[in-house]
C-alpha cells in the first residue's frame, strides 16, 4: 500500500510523491522465506518523508480508501488518516537522522506494508534536496511542443499502456473475450485519426473508455508504441503536438496506409518538411531516412566512432540538401553519476557532431546546441543515454 505526501507550503510547498515499501522486501515477504531479512525489514522505502530538522511540520492525514493511521514513535505523532476527512497533529524532530514507523490502524491485507520512514536533513541538506526534487519534477512536466523520435515515444509509450491499457488489452496485445486485439488491430493499423478517436473518445459505447485524461504527450507516446510493438511495424510516429490539435478538433486526414518502415521511405517522406519541423497536424511524421539523426556516443566518451561519423555525415547530406530551416543538436546523458560531468560530456559531444556538419558545408549558424537531456531508467538499450540527435530546430 502506498503512502502519498504533498507538501501543502513552506520551502518545499508543491512537491508530491509517493512512499512505497522497497520491491525487493515486499517479494521476500510474499516468498515466505525471512531467514535473510535485512534490519530494515519492511521498513525501507523508495521515498522517504524528508524534513527539516527543528522545523515544525504540520501533518495533515486523510485516506482514500479506508482508515489508516499515521503513526511515528520517535517523534510521538499518531493520527488516524480517514476518507473524506482532514485530521492534523504536528512534530519538531530534533536530531537529524532516520526514523521509523506504519500504518497503526488494520486497513486490510496490506496493513503491514505501511511503512513510514521519515529522514530529517539540516536546513542546509534541506534546502538542497528540495531544490533537486523540484528541478527533477520540473523535467518530468511534458513539453507538447517536444518532438520526440521513436524510440523514445515507444519507451515511453510501453509504460504509459502497462499502467493503463494490459489490464484490459493485455501485455501481449491480444485481448481477451469482448476485448479486442491490439496485434494486428485494423484501428491500430489503420489511419491515424482513427486510433486517436478512438482512445480520446472510446469506442463501442464505452466499452473501451476514453482516455482523454492521460496527458498529450503520454497519448502519442501509447499510440505510438501500439503501433509499433507486436507485430505492428508500421513506423508511424504521432507526436504530442498532434494530439493537442485532435482535443482542437483537428485530426490527421486521411492516410489509410501507414507509411513505410525503414527499408524504402516513399520519396516524397524524404523531402516533404525537413524531418519533423513543426509538426504538421495534418500528416504522420515518420522518423526514418530524413532524421531525426541520432549519433550514439561510447561511454564517457565525445568522439564519434565510425558508425558515429558515418550517421553524422549522412545528416550532413541531409541538411545540405534542405537548405531551409535550423538544425538543433540535443544530447542525451543518464542520470547516474555527477550531473554537471553528464551535461558537460553531453555538451562535448553535441559540439563533436555540430563539426561534423560543419565540415561537411552546413552552415555553422543554422546550427543550435541545446541543453542536455537526461534519459533515465526504462528506456531499454542503455546506449539512448549516450547519444546526439540532429533534428529540426522548432
Ligand atoms: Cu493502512
Known sequence: MEVGYDYLSGEGEGLSYI???DTAQRQMSNSGDVSQAPVDYLFKVDNPLVVPVNKKVRVITTANDVIHSFMVPA???KQDAIPGFVRDTWFRAEKTGDYYGQCAELCGKEHAYMPIHVKVLSAEDYSKWVAEEKKKSEAKKDDPNK???LTDLVARGEKVYAANCAACHQANGKGAGP????????VVLGPTADMMHTVLEGRANGAMPAWKQLSD???AA???YTKNHWSNKTGTLVQPAQF???RGGKFPEGGGAPAPAAAAPAADSASAAPAPAAVPASADVTAQANGPFQIFFETGKSELGPEAQAEAKRAADFWNAHKDGKIALSGFVDSTGSADANAELAKKRAQAVAKVLTDNGVAADRIELRKPETVTAGVGDDRQARRVDVLAAQ
Do not use: E, H, R, Y
Not at 179 to 186: E, F, R, T
Open 217 to 219: 504527450t503520454d497519448l
Open 179 to 186: 476485448i479486442k486485439a491490439l496485434d494486428g488491430s485494423p
Open 147 to 149: 518532438v520526440w523520435v
Open 75 to 77: 517523534f510521538g505523532v
Open 222 to 224: 501509447v499510440v505510438t
Open 244 to 246: 493537442v490539435a485532435a
Open 19 to 21: 512512499s512505497t515499501l
